[in-house]
């Protein structure tokens, strides 16, 4: 199983992107999707996640900027990052869990991980 992050680069501050994360090695359309971030210095934090239902879940902190998508048939998670600030600065990972109840979404235990992409906002 593999899952396969991209979208990463270098934005300004209010500027927009989007992170794809492709899944292979199994059919995904009965697992929770997510993403979580890393910023240099801290800890890994949750960003956001979406169930098998298209239940959605996001950190306070991307609330109402960032907006997280699936197509079961591409087996691919999306995650749209609009009005970015210098503080969303980091490596952004993709998850994957079969069997992940909405109450979990933010531990980040998640059986699968992608390898990352950067993300990085100037001022």
């Known amino acids: 199983v593999q899952l396969q992050a991209s979208g990463g680069g270098l934005v300004q501050a209010g500027g927009s992107l989007r992170l794809s994360c492709v899944a292979s090695?199994?059919?995904?359309?009965?697992?929770?999707l997510g993403w979580f971030r890393q910023a240099p210095g801290k800890e890994r934090e949750f960003v956001s996640a979406?169930?098998?239902?298209?239940?959605?879940y996001y950190a306070d902190s991307v609330k109402g900027r960032f907006t997280i998508s699936r197509d079961n048939a591409k087996n691919t998670v999306y995650l749209q990052m609009n009005s970015l600030k210098p503080e969303d600065t980091a490596v952004y990972y993709c998850?994957?869990?079969?069997?992940?109840?909405?109450?979990?979404?933010?531990?980040?235990?998640?059986?699968?991980w992608g390898q990352g992409t950067l993300v990085t906002v100037s001022s």
């Open positions: 998850v994957a869990d079969q069997n992940r109840v909405p109450k979990l979404v933010e531990r980040d235990d998640y059986d699968y």
């Open positions: 090695g199994r059919t995904f359309s009965s697992y929770a």
């Open positions: 979406i169930g098998w239902s298209a239940i959605t």
